[in-house]
C-alpha cells in the first residue's frame, strides 16, 4: 500500500488504510497499490467480468453502466447509483460495492426478472448494449422506494445508446415494472386460460394487447397454435433475490488513501478539508476531481496527463447541501443528481417566486448528460471546468449566484459567478485556492430566471448555443419597468458571455415589444462570432441569441399575464413557442398475422441469444481471455490527409515500456497490397498516406495502454501533399477512380428533355446534397490473431461479417495459402456493413506481428479511431434535370450521381450502381438516363452501410418529386401516387417488375394512418400556432433483394445431426444482432419437425463452410436459410426408408436408428439465387430476384425558432410475405427505421475542410458520441403489415435494409413543417433541405425576421465532403493547381512565367502557395501565414519547401520531365527540362499549367495543354524575354542553362539556340547523352541532332544502350535511327517495366544472370509485377525452367498478379503453371496405367514410380483403400523372418523342432 513517507505527513492526514477494498458482487476484493492508472471498467474486465462492456470510453454509450452502492455518510442509508465504468478511477470506488450484469443472474441459476423481461420481449438484438441497459434499470429499481413512473424509466434509460433495436421493445420490456396492482403483470398470471374470449397476448410484447386479435394459420402442423404469453414477468418481485449491501462496509470506517498508478500517477484521498487543503499547497497542479466525467476524458482521449489526483468526494465541507432565508448553499463536491433533487425539494417547500431559478436549474439538468454522468459529476467541476457551454454557468450568472472560495490557509473570500469566469478555461482561482460551495440567492417576486438550450439531439448532449436570462419587473408610474436583468450566453464565445450593453440597456426599459426589438439590435452587435469560430454553424448560432431572448419576452409576459398594468399581450399563436417540450410515454404496436409452418417457421421466437445476452455471458471477440504471452497491439496512423512519408522515428517506442515490437511495410512477409474488389490499398502505408488514420505501422505491447503510448512515440516527418477534400473538388479535378463511370439508360432523353419538346410541360433542374453516417455499431472493431503448430497455421476470431475475407487478407499479407488461415466469429455487436471489408484490413494488421513473432496479438480500436479510420456510409452529390408535365406526370430524367468513395476503391462501385438502380424509387418513368461516378478523395475509404446506396439514391429521387409538387401546387402524395409503377413496368436498367403490391401497402397505409383527417389537423395547428409547426408526409420504397455481383449469390451451409436428436448447424452467415441465427435454426427445426430447443448454432467458421459471402444486402435469411434447408432434404431423404417403417415413438429413436443402419447424418447444403444477372456493357439485366415494397407516414412538431424537432407519430407498413419470425422481423424494422431516422435528421458528420476551417484538414471532429448524436431513447407507434411472396425462403421476405429508407417520411414531414413556416414569412418558393435535417439546418429554413440579419432565405448550411474546397487539384498523385482569373501565385523575381509543381508553386528555395479566393493559404495545425502577391507562405519557422528526391525535381509520379543531350534535368541539384514537340503528349493527370504573359493554355476543362505554333502562345519573342529575364543558377555546374519548369513549351529555334550555348553537362559518366523521362514525346529532327553526339552509356552492363523510361512515347523514326546507331546492342532498345523485351534482349540477359542463391531455383528468370513478355520469351524460359520453387511451395512457375498482357502468353503461362503446380520432383505418384497425376504429392517410400497402385476397389473413394491400420500387422513379417534365421540357426545344433512366441526366441538366442 502506498503509506505516507514521514511521520509530519500523517499527523497532517491522519489515519491511513492498510487495505483498499472492494466489493463486486458481493465478493471481497483487495484492491493492490500501483492502480490508479486504471479504470473501474479495465478492473472489470481483467478479473474475467467482460459483461461489462466498453462501447465508447466516454461515457456517451452507456454499454459500460455498472451500480454502484455505498453508505451515505449524511443520510445513514444505502445510496444505489448507475455509473459509467469506462469514466469512474478504479480507487474512486474503494468502500463500495460495484454490481455488474453478471451480479443479477444467469442461466445456470436462473435470470434476474429484469434480465428475462428484456429477454423475452426482444429487447436484445447484438446483445452489446444490453448489460447497460439491464444495469441502468436495475439501478433504478433498486434506488426507487416506490414503483417508478414510466417517465422515470424513460430518463433513466437516456445514458443508454442502442443502434439495433430502435428502442422500443426495450420500454416495453420494462414498463412492466412501473405497474402496480396489475394482476396481468405479476404472479405469472398472464396466460391463454385467464384471457377473455377475444383478448390476446401480443407474441413481441407478451402482454395483452389492445391492437386486436390476431389470427394464426396453420401449415402442416397436427395441432392447434395458440399464442401464449411469454412475458410472465412478477414486476413487483424483483427484490426477491438480490445481493445485499455488504455488513463489512456498514461497520468499515472510511480511511485516508494514498495510492500510485503507472506513468508516476498518484491518488489522494482525504477525508477532512484541511487535508485537501494541504494536498494543494504541496501539489499545486493536483487536480481534484470527484465524477472524473471530465478529467477522464482529458487523459484518455486528449492524452493529458495528470501526475497528482485529489478525490474529494469523502470531504464533508465539500458536500454540503442547506438553505436558509438568504438561499441555498451548495459544496463544490454535490453531484448533480443530489442537487436535482434538493432542488426540487426547495421548489415544493418554498413560495413559487423564490424558486423561478432553482426550477431553471432543475430543468436544465435534466437535459445534462445521462442518468450515469448526473450521478458522478459534480457542481464544482462543472464550473470550473469553465467550458465555453457548460449548461450551468450562464444560469448561476443569471441568478446572482457567489462562489465561495478558499485558498491553503483557510482563508475565505467570495466572487460573484459573473466575475469568475477570465478566458477560454480560465477562472478567477489561484494555485493555492479552491471552490469551497456555491451560494444561490432566493428570487424575489417578479424576478424570473429561464434557462435556455439547443443541441443537436435533445437528450444527453452538449450545448451548440444556450442562455441563462434573468430579469426583474417593478412597476413605475403604471408601467412595468426592468429594474435589473442579465443576459449570459453559452456557445457564442471563449467563455459564457454576460452581455453588459444589453444589460445597460434594458434597465430601465418599459417591458414591451419596442424593448425587444432595441435589445435584439444591441445584442447583435454586441455578440459577435468570427466566420471560422470553432463549432461552426455561425449563423445559426447567432439567429439562436435572438431566438432565446424572444422567447424569454414572451415566457416572461404570458407569467405577467393578469398582472395590474400590465398591457403587453401575447397572441394565442406566439404561445406554443413557451411550451416545455413535455414527451410521452412511448407507446408501440404491431399488427401481422402469425402463419405458423411446422414446429417453428412464422412464431414469433425469442433471439437465440438472447438469455445469454442479457446475463453478460455472451462473448465479443474482445471478450476472449488473453492467453499467457498474448499482446496487445496499437497502430501508427497518418496525420495528414495527403502526404510523402519523409522519415520514420521509432527510437521512442522501442524505449516506451511493455514494448514487444513494431512493424512497418518492409516487414510484411507477403504482399502489402489489398482490396475486396481492387487492390488499390496497403496495409502499411510505405510512401505516400492518402488520408487521415491511413495505418503507417503497428506497435505492439503488453497491455493495450501501453501499445497506445509506444505508438504515440513515433515521430514521423511529412513532406505535405495538396488534398481533395470534396465531392465538387474531385468533379471539378475530375478525380475518379478508374473504370468507375457507370451509364444506365431507356427512352430518348435528350429528346424529351428539349427546351422545344412536346412531352414535357415543364422542366426543373437542381442539386441534392445527402451527407453521410458513421455505423456506430457499439462493439469498436476487434480481431484476435494467435499461430499455431509453430506458426504453421494461423487462427483468429474478428468482428467482422465476412470471415472468408479476413481469411483472404491474412493469408495474402502473410504469404500462406487460405487453408492454412481459419478465422472464426462466434456474434458480432452490430454490423450494419461497417464490418463488411473494412474490418479485414485491421485482421491484416493484426496478423503481421502475430505470425512474425509467434505470440498471439488482440488488436482493438478505441472508438475514436474507428470512427476515424473505418469509413462511413457515402455522402452523395446528385445533379438532375427532370421533365413533366402540368399534372405532375414525370417524362423524363436526366441525373448525375457522385459519390464520396475516399483513398480506396472498396465496395464504393458496387454501392455507386445499386444507387443507380434504384434512382427512380417506385417511378414509373418513361425517359431515363442515370450516370454515375465514384469520386477520389483524401478521406478514409467508405463503405457498405445498410442500404447500399439504394437510400441516397431514392432520396435523390424523392427530393425532386416534391419540388415537382410544389411547382404543380399538389402535395408530394398525389405526385407519387400518379407516378406509381406497377406490375409488367419496365425498369431503366431492362428488369420487368413483378407480384408488385406497392399499390395495396399505398392505400393500406392511408387508411391505417387516417392520412386525410391528420393533413387536416396539421392544417388547423399550423394556422393557429406562429412559431411551432407540424408536418406529415408520406414516402414509398422498393428495394431490391440480392447481391448485384451475381457470384456473390450463393450460400453453403453444414447440418450434422447426433444421435440423440439434436442438431448442429453450421452456415457462412454471421449472427450480428438481425436473428439470422434464430431464423435459420428455426428452418431446421420445423425441416426436422422438434423443437427449436433441439438445433444449437455455434459459430461461424471458415473451416466448416469456406469461400462464404458477407452477411449482407439482406440477403442472408434468404440464402443460408435455403442451404440449410438444402442440407436437412438431404439428410432426411436418406432416413426417409427407416422413417417409413415408423418403428420409433420419437426423434431421437429415428436418428439412433438410422445410424444403426449406417446412414449419413451430415449433409452440407448449397444455393444459388436464380435467375439473376446483369451486364453493364449493354445496361441491361435482371441484377434482383424480387422487390420488398412498403410505405410510412410520418408526423413531426418542430420549433422554427429553435429548430429543434420531435416525431410525433410513424405508421410503417412492409410487405414481408410469411415472416419466418415476426417479432425478430419488427425489431428489424424498427430498428432500421430509426438509424435512418438519425440519417435523414441527427447525425451529422463534420471533416476539416473548407467548410469547417476550424477543424484540422482530414480530420473527423465527430469521432464519438460526444460530437456525433445517434438516436436516444425515443420511438414511435408501428404498423407491420404481410403480402405474400413465393420467391424467397419459406415466402418470406428480406428485413434488414428496406425499412431504412421509409425513415425518410421523416426527414419530408419535417420539410412540409418548414413550408408552412416559411409561407408566413412571405417565401412560397422551393427551397433546398440537404440531410441531415439538423436543428441548423431547419431553423435556418424557418427563414424570418430573426434569422434574416445573418442569412438569406435561400440559405444552405455547409455539409462535409460535398462543398467546393478554395483550391482545386487536378489530380491526387500529380497535384497540380487549377488556377482561375487573376487569382495567381505570383513568383518574385520571374516575369510572365508560373511554375507549377506537385501543387505548389516553386522559385529558388522559397515556397509559395497558390492562393486562390482571396489567396488565403490555410493549414490550422501548422499556422500557416497568409501572404499576398508577393509574400511568402510559410509553416510555422521553416519554408516550406518542395522536397524532391534529396532536394531533386520530382518523383516519377509527379513530375513530367525531359533531359536532352546538355540540357540534362539531374535528380540531384536542380530541376529543369526543355520540352519539345509541335503538341505536347501527356496524360491529362500529368499536365500542369503553364503561364506566359497573362495567357494560360488549357487541355479540355481541367488540364492545360501547350500548343506550339498553334492558337495562344508561343511566339519565339515571349520566349527569349523570358529567358533573358532568367539569371544564372549559381548553384549549378551549368553556368548559362535556363531552366524551364514542366510542360513549358519550347520553340524549335530556342533549343538549338539553347544548345549552342550550354556546355557539356558533368554531373553524369555520359558527357552527350539522352534520357527520355516519363511520357516525353521527342521530336524527329531534335533526336537526330542528339543521336550524331551520343557516346557509350556505362552505367549499365549493356554498354551501348539508350533507356526509355515507362511509358515513353516515341515516333517509329526515332527508334529505328536509334536502333542503327548503337553498335554492340544488335537491333535491340532495353525498355523497363511494361514493356515489351525482344527474344534478343531475354537470350543476352539469360546469359548474363546468375543463380540465384537465395531461393531454391538455380535457372530462374525472375518476372516482375506487370511486365509483358513475348511468346518467345516465354518458351524460353518454360525449355530452361525445369521445377520452380517458390518460399518452399513444390514446382509452382509463380507468375504474379496482371503479369502477361498478351493473349498467346497468358495461355502459354496457364498451362505451364498447371503442369508444374504442386508438384515436387523426386516426389511424383505417377500412375503408368492411366497416366494421371497424384492429386496431392505422396511421401517417399510409400509409393515409388516402380510400383503399382490397387485400381481394384470399388467401394473406396476414387478407387483408394484405407491406410492407417492395415500395415500395422505386416510388420509381423519381421518377426517370421527372425524365425526363420534362428530356425537355421538351430538346425545345425540339432534342434529340429521350435515351440513358443517371441520371448522363447529371445531366451533361445
Not at 1512 to 1530: D, G, Q, S
Not at 1646 to 1656: L, N
Amino acid at each position: 500500500m502506498g503509506s505516507l513517507t514521514s511521520e509530519e505527513e500523517l499527523e497532517v492526514i491522519g489515519e491511513v488504510s492498510k487495505d483498499a477494498i472492494l466489493y463486486v458482487n458481493g465478493v471481497r476484493k483487495v484492491l493492490p497499490d500501483g492502480l490508479a492508472h486504471l479504470t473501474l471498467l479495465e478492473y472489470l474486465r481483467d478479473i474475467g467480468l467482460t459483461g461489462t462492456k466498453l462501447g465508447c470510453g466516454e461515457g456517451g454509450c452507456g454499454a459500460c453502466t455498472v451500480m454502484v452502492s455505498y453508505l451515505d455518510p449524511n443520510s445513514k442509508k444505502c445510496v444505489h447509483q448507475a455509473m459509467n465504468a469506462c469514466l469512474a478511477p478504479l480507487y474512486s470506488v474503494e468502500g463500495m460495492q460495484v454490481i455488474t450484469v453478471e451480479g443479477l443472474g444467469n442461466r445456470k441459476f436462473g435470470l434476474h426478472p429484469v434480465q428475462e423481461t428484456l429477454a423475452r420481449n426482444h429487447g436484445s438484438q447484438c446483445g452489446f448494449c444490453t448489460p447497460g441497459f439491464i444495469m441502468s434499470m436495475y439501478a433504478l429499481l433498486r434506488s426507487s422506494k416506490t414503483p417508478p413512473t414510466e417517465e422515470q424509466i424513460e430518463e433513466s434509460l437516456a445514458g443508454n445508446l442502442c443502434r439495433c433495436t430502435g428502442y422500443r421493445p426495450i420500454l416495453d420490456a420494462f414498463r412492466v415494472f412501473s405497474k402496480t396492482n396489475d394482476l396481468l403483470y405479476t404472479n405469472n398470471s398472464v396466460s391463454v386460460s385467464s384471457l377473455k374470449d377475444g383478448d390476446f397476448v401480443c407474441p413481441s410484447t407478451g402482454k395483452p394487447c389492445s391492437c386486436g386479435s390476431k389470427t394464426v394459420q396453420k401449415d402442416n402442423i397436427c395441432h392447434d397454435y395458440k399464442p401464449v404469453s411469454y412475458n410472465e414477468i412478477d414486476g413487483s418481485s424483483y427484490t426477491n433475490k438480490e445481493i445485499i449491501f455488504p455488513p463489512q462496509l456498514l461497520m468499515r470506517k472510511p480511511s485516508y488513501l494514498s495510492l500510485n498508478g503507472s506513468n508516476g500517477i498518484k491518488w489522494h484521498r482525504p477525508l477532512e478539508l484541511k487535508h485537501v487543503l494541504d494536498l494543494k499547497s504541496r501539489f499545486p497542479d493536483a487536480k481534484l476531481v470527484v465524477g472524473n466525467t471530465e478529467v477522464g476524458i482529458e487523459t484518455r482521449l486528449k492524452k493529458i496527463h495528470y501526475p497528482i489526483f485529489v478525490s474529494v468526494t469523502h470531504v464533508p465541507e465539500l458536500n454540503t447541501l442547506s438553505f436558509n432565508d438568504n438561499g441555498i448553499e451548495i459544496g463544490a463536491a454535490v453531484r448533480l443528481s443530489e442537487l436535482q433533487k434538493f432542488l426540487k425539494k426547495a421548489v415544493n417547500e418554498r413560495s413559487s417566486h423564490e424558486t423561478s431559478s432553482c426550477k431553471a436549474i432543475i430543468e436544465q439538468i435534466k437535459w445534462f448528460a445521462g442518468t450515469q454522468i448526473r450521478n458522478v459529476a459534480s457542481v464544482g467541476g462543472n464550473i470550473c471546468t469553465a467550458s465555453p457551454i457548460s449548461d450551468l454557468n450562464p444560469l448561476w450568472m443569471a441568478s446572482k449566484a457567489k462562489f465561495k472560495i478558499v485558498d491553503c490557509n483557510g482563508n475565505f473570500r467570495t466572487t460573484l459567478a459573473e466575475n469568475f469566469f477570465l478566458g477560454y478555461r480560465k477562472i478567477d482561482l489561484g494555485e493555492n485556492e479552491i471552490l469551497y460551495s456555491v451560494l444561490l440567492p432566493w428570487t424575489k417576486r417578479f424576478e424570473y430566471v429561464k434557462e435556455f438550450k439547443q443541441a443537436h439531439r435533445r437528450e444527453d448532449d452538449i450545448a451548440l448555443v444556450n442562455a441563462g436570462i434573468r430579469v426583474f419587473l417593478e412597476v413605475k408610474d403604471q408601467k412595468w419597468i426592468v429594474s435589473d436583468a442579465c443576459v449570459v450566453y453559452g456557445g457564442v464565445a471563449p467563455v459564457s458571455l454576460l452581455t453588459l450593453k444589453t444589460k445597460e440597456y434594458l434597465i430601465g426599459k418599459p417591458w414591451n415589444k419596442e424593448m425587444v426589438e432595441n435589445a435584439m439590435e444591441i445584442m447583435k452587435q454586441e455578440v459577435v462570432i468570427s466566420e471560422d469560430a470553432p463549432g461552426g454553424m455561425v449563423e445559426f448560432r447567432k439567429s439562436l441569441i435572438l431566438s432565446f431572448f424572444f422567447k424569454f419576452f414572451l415566457w416572461v409576459s404570458h407569467q405577467m399575464n393578469g398582472q395590474d398594468f400590465f398591457k403587453e399581450s401575447i397572441p394565442e399563436s406566439h404561445l406554443s413557442a413557451i411550451d416545455s417540450f413535455n414527451r410521452p410515454s412511448v407507446m408501440g404496436s404491431q399488427d401481422y398475422e402469425i402463419t405458423k409452418q411446422g414446429t417453428s417457421v412464422g412464431s414469433p421466437e425469442v433471439h437465440m441469444s438472447a438469455r445469454l445476452q442479457v446475463t453478460g455471458e455472451a462473448e465479443y471477440t474482445d471478450d476472449t481471455p488473453m492467453p499467457p504471452g498474448g499482446l496487445h497491439a496499437a497502430m501508427i496512423l497518418s496525420k495528414k490527409p495527403h502526404a510523402r512519408l519523409l522519415s520514420i522515428d521509432d527510437s521512442g517506442a522501442r524505449s516506451s515500456p511493455g514494448f514487444a515490437g513494431i512493424f512497418f511495410a518492409k516487414d510484411i512477409p507477403g504482399d502489402n497490397a489489398t482490396g475486396p474488389v481492387v487492390e488499390d490499398e496497403q496495409v502499411f502505408a510505405s510512401d505516400i498516406v492518402t488520408c487521415v488514420g491511413q495505418v503507417i505501422g503497428v506497435v505492439v505491447a503488453d497491455t493495450h495502454e501501453n501499445a497506445k503510448l509506444a505508438a504515440r512515440k513515433v515521430v514521423i516527418e511529412y513532406e505535405v501533399l495538396p488534398p481533395i477534400l470534396s465531392i465538387k473538388d474531385a468533379v471539378k479535378s475530375k478525380s475518379f477512380f478508374s473504370n468507375s463511370n457507370r451509364v444506365l439508360s431507356k427512352g430518348d432523353v435528350d429528346l424529351c428533355l428539349q427546351s422545344n419538346s412536346n412531352q414535357c410541360d415543364k422542366i426543373i433542374e437542381g442539386e441534392v446534397h445527402i451527407g453521410g453516417q458513421e455505423h456506430f455499431y457499439l462493439e469498436p472493431q476487434c480481431s484476435f490473431v494467435w499461430t499455431m503448430d509453430g506458426g504453421n497455421e494461423v487462427h483468429m476470431i474478428s468482428s467482422t461479417q465476412a470471415p472468408q475475407k479476413h481469411q483472404k487478407y491474412v493469408s495474402h499479407v502473410l504469404g500462406l495459402p487460405m487453408s492454412k488461415v481459419v478465422c472464426k466469429v462466434k456474434r458480432i455487436g452490430g454490423g450494419f456493413g461497417g464490418k463488411e471489408t473494412r474490418s479485414a484490413l485491421f485482421a491484416a494488421v493484426c496478423a503481421v506481428p502475430a505470425y512474425i513473432l509467434n505470440r498471439p496479438v488482440k488488436l482493438t480500436l478505441d472508438r475514436d479511431i474507428d470512427m476515424m479510420v473505418t469509413g462511413q456510409r457515402h455522402s452523395f452529390l446528385g445533379k438532375y434535370k427532370v421533365g413533366f408535365t402540368n399534372e405532375g406526370k414525370v417524362v423524363g430524367l436526366d441525373l448525375e450521381i457522385y459519390n464520396n468513395g475516399g483513398n480506396s476503391l472498396d465496395l464504393s462501385l458496387a454501392i455507386l450502381e445499386r444507387a443507380m438502380y434504384h434512382s427512380e424509387n417506385v417511378y414509373e418513368i418513361p425517359n431515363m438516363r442515370v450516370r454515375g461516378s465514384v469520386c477520389f478523395t483524401n478521406y478514409p475509404s467508405n463503405t457498405a452501410f445498410r442500404g447500399f446506396g439504394g437510400p441516397q439514391g431514392m432520396l435523390i429521387t424523392e427530393n425532386w418529386i416534391q419540388r415537382i409538387a410544389m411547382e404543380v401546387k399538389r402535395t408530394p402524395e398525389e405526385i407519387r401516387e400518379m407516378n406509381f409503377l406497377g406490375n409488367g413496368s419496365i425498369l431503366h436498367y431492362g428488369q420487368q417488375i413483378q407480384d408488385c403490391t406497392l399499390q395495396r401497402l399505398w392505400d393500406e397505409l392511408k387508411k391505417s394512418c387516417n392520412f386525410l383527417k391528420v393533413r387536416s389537423e396539421v392544417d388547423d395547428f399550423n394556422l393557429n400556432n406562429r412559431w411551432k409547426k407540424r408536418g406529415i408526409a408520406m414516402v414509398p420504397t422498393k428495394f431490391g433483394i440480392s447481391f448485384t455481383t451475381k457470384f456473390m449469390n450463393q450460400a453453403g451451409a453444414l447440418v450434422q445431426l447426433y444421435t440423440d436428436g439434436t442438431v448442429l448447424v453450421t452456415h457462412g452467415g454471421v449472427e450480428m444482432g438481425q436473428g439470422l441465427h434464430t431464423k435459420v435454426a428455426q428452418i431446421a427445426a420445423s425441416a426436422f419437425e422438434i423443437p427449436l430447443s433441439s438445433v444449437f448454432i455455434s459459430e461461424t467458421s471458415t473451416d466448416k463452410v469456406p469461400n462464404a459471402s458477407p452477411t449482407a444486402a439482406s440477403a442472408s435469411s434468404d440464402m443460408y436459410g435455403a442451404a440449410v434447408l438444402d442440407a436437412c432434404n438431404q439428410i432426411k431423404s436418406r432416413m426417409e426408408p427407416i422413417a417409413f417403417k415408423k418403428q420409433h415413438n420419437s426423434f431421437q429413436e429415428l436418428v439412433l436408428a438410422c445410424y444403426f443402419e449406417r446412414i449419413d447424418l451430415s449433409a452440407h447444403g448449397f444455393h444459388i439465387v436464380p435467375d439473376i444477372g446483369f451486364d453493364w456493357s449493354t445496361g441491361k439485366g435482371h441484377p434482383f430476384r424480387y422487390f420488398t415494397y412498403g410505405a410510412a407516414f410520418a408526423e413531426v412538431e418542430i420549433d422554427t425558432l429553435t429548430g429543434d424537432f420531435h416525431t410525433r407519430a410513424a405508421d410503417v407498413i412492409l410487405d414481408l410475405g410469411f415472416s419466418i419470425n415476426p417479432a425478430i422481423d419488427v425489431g428489424q424494422i424498427e430498428g432500421a427505421f430509426v438509424q435512418g431516422m438519425g440519417w435523414v435528421a441527427l447525425e451529422e458528420l463534420k471533416w476539416g475542410d473548407e467548410a469547417h476551417k476550424w477543424i484540422q484538414p482530414g480530420f473527423l471532429f465527430t469521432s464519438g458520441p460526444g460530437n456525433y448524436k445517434i438516436p436516444s431513447v425515443n420511438d414511435v407507434p408501428f404498423k407491420f403489415k404481410d403480402a405474400p411472396n413465393d420467391k424467397a425462403i419459406h415466402s418470406s421476405k428480406a428485413v434488414g435494409e428496406p425499412p431504412f429508407f421509409l425513415a425518410s417520411s421523416v426527414f419530408f414531414a419535417i420539410k412540409d413543417a418548414i413550408i408552412s413556416a416559411r409561407c408566413e414569412s412571405g417565401f412560397h418558393g422551393w427551397f433546398p433541405l440537404d440531410n441531415p435535417a439538423t436543428p441548423e439546418r431547419i431553423r435556418m429554413a424557418c427563414a424570418d425576421e430573426f434569422t434574416a440579419p445573418f442569412a438569406k432565405s435561400d440559405f444552405r448550411p455547409k455539409l462535409s465532403t460535398l462543398k467546393v474546397v478554395v483550391v482545386i487539384y487536378s489530380n491526387t498523385d500529380v497535384g497540380i493547381n487549377v488556377m482561375e482569373g487573376e487569382e495567381i501565385c505570383k513568383c518574385m523575381n520571374v516575369v510572365a512565367m508560373v511554375m507549377v509543381g506537385v501543387g505548389i508553386c516553386i522559385h529558388r528555395e522559397v515556397v509559395e502557395m497558390v492562393m486562390v479566393e482571396e489567396e488565403t493559404c490555410r493549414h490550422k495545425e501548422e499556422m500557416v501565414m497568409v501572404m499576398k502577391e508577393e509574400e511568402i507562405c510559410r509553416h510555422k519557422e521553416e519554408v516550406e519547401m518542395v522536397m524532391v528526391e534529396e532536394e531533386t525535381c520530382r518523383h516519377k509520379e509527379e513530375v513530367v520531365m525531359v533531359m536532352e543531350e546538355e540540357e540534362i534535368c539531374r535528380y540531384m541539384e536542380e530541376v529543369g527540362m526543355v520540352m519539345v514537340e509541335e503538341e505536347t503528349c501527356r496524360h491529362k493527370e500529368e499536365v500542369g499549367m503553364v503561364m506566359v504573359g497573362e495567357e494560360s493554355c488549357r487541355y479540355k476543362e481541367e488540364v492545360v495543354m501547350v500548343m506550339v505554333e498553334v492558337e495562344i502562345c508561343k511566339c519565339m519573342e515571349v520566349v527569349e524575354m523570358v529567358m533573358e529575364e532568367v539569371e544564372t543558377y549559381k548553384h549549378m555546374e551549368v553556368e548559362e542553362m535556363v531552366m524551364v519548369e514542366v510542360e513549358t513549351c519550347i520553340h524549335k529555334e530556342v533549343v538549338e539556340m539553347l544548345r549552342e550555348e550550354v556546355e557539356t553537362y558533368k554531373h553524369m559518366e555520359v558527357e552527350e547523352m539522352v534520357m527520355v523521362e516519363v511520357g516525353t514525346c521527342i521530336h524527329k529532327e531534335v533526336v537526330e541532332m542528339v543521336m550524331e553526339e551520343v557516346e557509350t552509356y556505362k552505367h549499365m552492363e549493356v554498354e551501348e544502350m539508350v533507356m526509355v523510361e515507362v511509358e515513353t512515347c516515341i515516333h517509329k523514326e526515332v527508334v529505328e535511327m536509334v536502333r542503327e546507331v548503337v553498335e554492340m546492342v544488335e537491333e535491340m532498345v532495353m525498355v523497363e517495366v511494361g514493356t515489351c523485351i525482344h527474344k534478343e534482349v531475354v537470350e543476352m540477359v539469360m546469359e548474363e544472370v546468375e543463380t540465384y542463391k537465395h531461393m531454391e531455383v538455380e535457372e530462374m528468370v525472375m518476372v516482375e509485377v506487370e511486365t509483358c513478355i513475348h511468346k518467345e520469351v516465354v518458351e524460353m524460359a518454360t525449355e530452361e525452367v525445369e521445377i520452380c520453387r517458390y518460399k518452399g511451395e513444390a514446382g509452382m512457375v509463380m507468375v504474379v498478379v496482371e503479369i502477361c498482357r498478351h493473349k498467346e502468353v497468358a495461355a502459354m503461362v496457364k498451362v505451364v503453371v498447371e503442369t508444374y503446380r504442386y508438384m515436387k520432383d523426386e516426389e511424383i505418384c505417377e500412375d503408368k496405367v492411366d497416366g494421371a497425376m497424384c492429386a496431392s504429392p505422396v511421401l517417399v517410400g510409400i509409393c515409388k514410380h516402380k510400383k503399382k497402385r490397387n485400381m481394384d476397389a470399388p467401394n473406396a473413394i476414387h478407387s483408394s483403400k484405407a491406410v492407417g491400420e492395415p500395415p500395422f500387422f505386416l510388420a509381423s513379417s519381421v518377426f517370421f523372418a527372425i524365425k526363420d534365421a534362428i530356425i537355421s540357426a538351430r538346425s545345425e545344433t540339432g534342434f529340429h523342432h521350435f515351440m513358443g512366441g517371441f520371448l522363447l526366441i529371445i531366451l533361445q538366442l
